[in-house]
């Protein structure tokens, strides 16, 4: 099945992903997207260098996942006060790159997945 990657790239398009978690590399690997990059400093770091991309690369599709608050999910129970920390920090961070891009750019904010306590439901 093709990824909308792969659909973009061969329409022309720039593709790119700033991600946190290895399970992206798939993408790196295959060749999927024009440009990727992992960094695994958090939501902050990723922010940034989303934006970086974003303004040198100029991608038409931008792929950016902030992997912070699932982690933290997992690791202090969903709802504990280091998540609900992680959670504004992610917003934060969702709303500096918002902000860096071009007015007239869409943008489709999705959620890993829910939780309770610390398992996936």
């Avoid at 303004?55 to 709802?79: A, M, N």
Wanted: charged share 20%.
């Amino acid at each position: 099945m093709p990824s909308l990657f792969s659909v973009a790239r061969s329409r022309g398009l720039r593709t790119a992903m700033v991600v946190g978690k290895n399970k992206f590399t798939t993408f790196r690997d295959t060749g999927g997207c024009d440009t990727f990059r992992l960094t695994t400093l958090g939501d902050d770091d990723i922010a940034t260098q989303a934006i970086q991309v974003a303004t040198s690369v100029r991608p038409d599709l931008l792929f950016v996942h902030f992997p912070d608050v699932d982690l933290t999910g997992h690791r202090t129970k969903w709802l504990s006060p280091e998540y609900l920390d992680a959670v504004r920090r992610a917003d934060a961070a969702v709303g500096r790159l918002v902000s860096a891009l071009p007015s007239d750019t869409t943008v489709i904010v999705t959620a890993d997945h829910g939780g309770h306590m610390s398992d996936h439901g």
